[in-house]
């Protein structure tokens, strides 16, 4: 498996303040970013998998309203998880 307890540990304290803060909007829009990045590449390699490529878009439907929500609540923060995740936009 890709996502283990680890690197949803690592991802949520690096990005959500500690590890047990999976609530954050930060740490959410990162570990969307982790799991699109990984769809992608499976993707890449098969074209024909159209269950997977329908769950990539739903993810980055999440990804944007989490990153509206947080935009709309706090620019300074919108902005520095753009930087962090390099996310065009």
């Given at each position: 498996?890709?996502?283990?307890?680890?690197?949803?540990?690592?991802?949520?304290?690096?990005?959500?303040?500690?590890?047990?803060?999976?609530?954050?909007?930060?740490?959410?829009?990162?570990?969307?970013?982790?799991?699109?990045s990984h769809l992608?590449?499976?993707?890449?390699?098969?074209?024909?998998?159209?269950?997977?490529?329908?769950?990539?878009?739903?993810?980055?439907?999440?990804?944007?309203?989490?990153?509206?929500?947080?935009?709309?609540?706090?620019?300074?923060?919108?902005?520095?998880?753009?930087?962090?995740?390099?996310?065009?936009?």
């Open positions: 498996m890709y996502l283990t307890k680890e690197t949803k540990a690592e991802i949520f304290s690096k990005h959500g303040g500690k590890a047990e803060n999976t609530g954050s909007a930060e740490g959410q829009i990162s570990l969307f970013t982790f799991r699109i992608t590449e499976h993707l890449k390699k098969n074209r024909h998998d159209f269950n997977t490529e329908r769950s990539l878009v739903l993810l980055v439907g999440k990804r944007r309203s989490l990153l509206d929500y947080l935009k709309k609540k706090d620019i300074n923060r919108y902005r520095e998880i753009i930087k962090e995740l390099n996310i065009r936009k």
